[in-house]
């Protein structure tokens, strides 16, 4: 089984800067995909930042230029680096990973997700 858990998800005031984290835990063989994923109320979730373990990175529109995913494979960790924040960030951001496991398979899992609240 894979964990991932969440963390850096605060209030910040528009234009400010966040940094979000997620560590993934258990029997873990390698990660290949990672990345971060957003939902508000009523919507569907929407990619936000996806990375390979190759590091080609993929942005959604909105984001691209202001964030930015990267990966320390040491530490099975995924960071979103998050700028010039604007009130339409405003959600719950959750990390996704596809890793390859102890049991010979390809697991995909979700954490529990952070809440990012950009607002004066």
């Known amino acids: 089984q894979v964990q991932l858990v969440e963390s850096g998800g605060v209030l910040v005031q528009p234009g400010g800067s966040l940094r979000l984290s997620c560590a993934a835990s258990?029997?873990?063989?390698?990660?290949?995909?990672i990345g971060w994923y957003r939902q508000a109320p009523g919507k569907q979730r929407e990619l936000v930042a996806t990375i390979t373990s190759g590091r080609s990175t993929n942005y959604a529109d909105s984001v691209k230029g202001r964030f930015t995913i990267s990966r320390d494979n040491a530490k099975n960790t995924v960071y979103l680096q998050m700028n010039s924040l604007k009130p339409e960030d405003t959600t719950v951001y959750y990390c996704?990973?596809?890793?390859?496991?102890?049991?010979?398979?390809?697991?995909?899992?979700w954490g529990q997700g952070t809440q990012v609240t950009v607002s004066s």
């Open positions: 996704n990973a596809n890793a390859w496991v102890s049991t010979l398979n390809w697991q995909s899992s």
């Open positions: 258990g029997s873990i063989i390698s990660i290949n995909d």
